[in-house]
């Protein structure tokens, strides 16, 4: 099962409705080139060095399917833990009494000028928490928050003025707020920059620089990042080609769960490559990213259990996983083959199962 791919680092801007928050999509493994994406991609203005070849495991020569990153949304303010008053916000916020939040969020920007309560206030006008959504509002108060130095209200700010949510879009605006959020240590506001220098439209692209920013939040524990940045280690884009450093990067991004993270890590424990090969962890990780929805996994549990490498050979799970990747267009040849060849009721038990899974009749 061939479960190794070359990774191609892609932009898009994924809407807001009417707006757009930068956001990295990466082709899944096995693609030879990849599927017309949902949503339009921008294309970079030089392509990164193609990737090496790596070994592969036996047997498989899947099609990719394009898997967006999820949007970014505003987070809201962490409260300084010297604040009793900012604790009260933000714990109404966490409980969900976003009234209250409002309520006590207001009385301390209104009184004491407190910037995370301003950042609360546009957090909840942005996602319509406790009122009513006025984007205007919010880039407001994000603006004051802003202006007094929160970093969390830098970013948010700056994915409005990308969006054209609450003013008309302003890229050289949300650029400098994004590099004042990421110099304060926001690796949200890290990543998103990375991404516009990959763009090469907003700011002229620089893959050094954008694999700078991307190891600053992949530091800081951003698993999109992390993983983004084990894309560049692997392809050699931006930075040395170091397969270890990159494997590193997919085990910590694959610990906080980022599901195409699971999926490569696991091709990369499968294989041995970056790491000493275990196969039963690549497909205890395999069957995890499949159970989240990811085609590209369900593919490759498909090969495993029916080839019965690296797992006891299991046809009616497998092709249960084959017909599930099948609706998501993760198409296999050779897993229709063995689909053809089951008896009747073991085929009958396989399509029954991937029903289930699907939900339908």
Known sequence: ?????????????????????????????????????????????????????????PAATPTPAATPAPPIVTVAPAPPPDDPNVDLVFGAYQR?????????????????????????????YANALGVKRDYAKAADWYKRAADAGDREAMFALAMLRLSGRGGPANREDAVKLLASSAKLGNPKAAYNLALLYLDGQTLPQDLKRAAELLRLAADAGNPEAQYALATFYKEGTGVDKDIDKAVRLLQAASLADNVDAEVEYAIALYNGTGTPKNQVAAVALLRKAARQNSPIAQNRLARVLVSGQGAPMDKIEGLKWHLVAKTAGRGDPMLDEALTDLSPEDRAKAEAAARKWLGTK
């Open 96 to 124: 969900g009494q976003y009234k209250t939040a409002f309520d006590l969020a207001s009385k301390r920007a209104q009184e004491n000028g407190d910037a995370k309560a301003m950042t609360m206030l546009g957090e909840l």
């Open 1 to 57: 099962m061939n479960i190794q791919r070359p990774i191609l680092v892609l932009l898009s801007f994924l809407m807001w409705t009417a707006g757009a928050a930068a956001q990295v999509s990466v082709a899944p493994p096995g693609a030879e080139k990849p599927p017309p994406a949902s949503k339009p991609a921008v294309k970079t203005k030089a392509k990164p060095p193609a990737p090496a070849k790596a070994p592969a495991v």
